[in-house]
């Protein structure tokens, strides 16, 4: 089966890649990310993801404009569901590209990532598949999560500390912010 794999970076690509290739399946990379912020954050994401894909060889298709516009345009006053219209963007922009390339399958390196909700990504991509007519290959790669961190640490890639969006910069950085929240939650 060849495989779209929408890539959020460098560090989440190596065991979800590792693994569909330990798989036997043929993988591609897709890099559309409009939710990272700040312009420099993006673009260090960027050459993180070429390195790996040079030192991988992985051959990827990269959205290289700059997106924020294009992402607050669907977010600002939806910042409760933010991640849930972050997720249909990026995974509609896959589905759509692997079925412009002839691809048998997309999934995404989100689903490594542990902060991110799996089951929303998964039906999501099968409701996509289903409009797309190309099929959404869910796997838990969050079972590699060590193994992935170690690699990108041996590598030297950079190392992003927040998801990407302006949103969850403020969440990682702001502790009068992350203190109010916490608040509301109890």
Known sequence: MTVLLHLCCGPCTIFPLTALRAQG???QGYFYNPNIHPFREFKQRLASL??????TSLPVEYEREYGLREYLRKVVFHEEERCLLCYR???EATAKKARELGAEGFSTTLLYSRYQRHEAIRALG???AEQYGVAFLYEDFRTGWQKGI???LEMGLYR??????IYSEQERYD?????GKEKKQD
């Open 25 to 27: 399946r043929s993988v």
């Open 50 to 55: 070429e390195d790996l894909a040079l030192r």
């Open 89 to 91: 963007m990026r995974l």
């Open 126 to 128: 099968e409701e996509l």
């Open 150 to 152: 170690d690699a990108s």
């Open 160 to 165: 992003q500390p927040y998801c990407g969006c």
């Open 175 to 179: 502790k009068k912010f992350r203190k």
